[in-house]
């Protein structure tokens, strides 16, 4: 579903969405200089896998398809290999931009919601910043059961070996799930992401 946010992205920009992705993704000013040689598709350990391989992406860009580019799941699915940056001959920064594409799409609402890699990075953050420090026990069973109980209980089976080889070699603390361990300064941690948060905004509205 799309945002405000959105609306008021695509209002503001109309038909330059290279404009766009330039003012609004990390690394986005890179993507005119790409030549469309088409090294980082052909280099992208995904290959045939790809929607649209990064090459394609771009170009995309630049033909302002913008509802196909922000609401595809193809940035999502890069591996930050870095094989395309080390042989592009023009330098782009391709991974940072690829995982500024899914930011952005993520922030106007338009990203895939069930696209796994979305959604871990999600339950991932939420867990991390809770405490400064993850969770593993309670990030797996978020990542197990947000497709529902039953989904969750037949995933959960289905590791129950994994669960119990790490038991019994002490990586797994099932008392984890009663809090659980914490970063020491746990008040910092929550001033240092609202100071962050604070510049982001702050950019965002230079910007604009
Ligand atoms: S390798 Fe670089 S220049 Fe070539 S298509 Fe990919 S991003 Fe563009
Ligand atoms: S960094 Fe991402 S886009 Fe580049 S080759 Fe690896 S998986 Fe493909």
């Not at 766009?20 to 896998?49: A, I, L, R, Y």
């Not at 940056?85 to 023009?90: A, H, L, Q, T």
């Not at 339950?123 to 529902?148: D, H, M, P």
Request: proline content about 5%; some cysteine; hydrophobic content about 35%.
């Amino acid at each position: 579903m799309s945002s405000d946010l959105n609306e008021r992205a695509a209002a503001r920009y109309r038909s330059n969405f290279l404009q766009e992705v330039e003012d609004n993704v990390e690394g986005g000013g890179w993507v005119k200089m790409c030549m469309q040689c088409g090294v980082c598709s052909g280099s992208c350990p995904f290959g045939p896998h790809w929607a649209h391989p990064p090459q394609e992406l771009f170009m995309m860009i630049r033909a302002g398809k913008r509802e196909a580019v922000l609401s595809t799941d193809s940035m999502w699915m890069c591996t930050s290999c870095y094989n395309c940056v080390v042989r592009c001959p023009r330098k782009l920064p391709i991974t940072e931009i690829m995982h500024g594409i899914a930011r952005y799409a993520h922030k106007l609402g338009l990203a895939p919601k069930l696209q796994p890699t979305r959604r871990f990075s999600q339950q991932f953050w939420e867990n991390c910043a809770k405490t400064g420090r993850v969770n593993e026990l309670k990030l797996t069973l978020s990542l197990y059961f947000s497709e529902g109980l039953m989904p969750g209980l037949r995933k959960a089976w289905a590791m129950r070996n994994i669960g119990l080889g790490l038991l019994k070699a002490k990586r797994l603390n099932p008392f984890e799930l009663f809090g659980g361990h914490k970063c020491k300064d746990q008040k910092g941690i929550e001033a240092m992401l609202a100071k962050a948060r604070e510049i982001e905004e702050r950019r965002k509205h230079a910007a604009h």
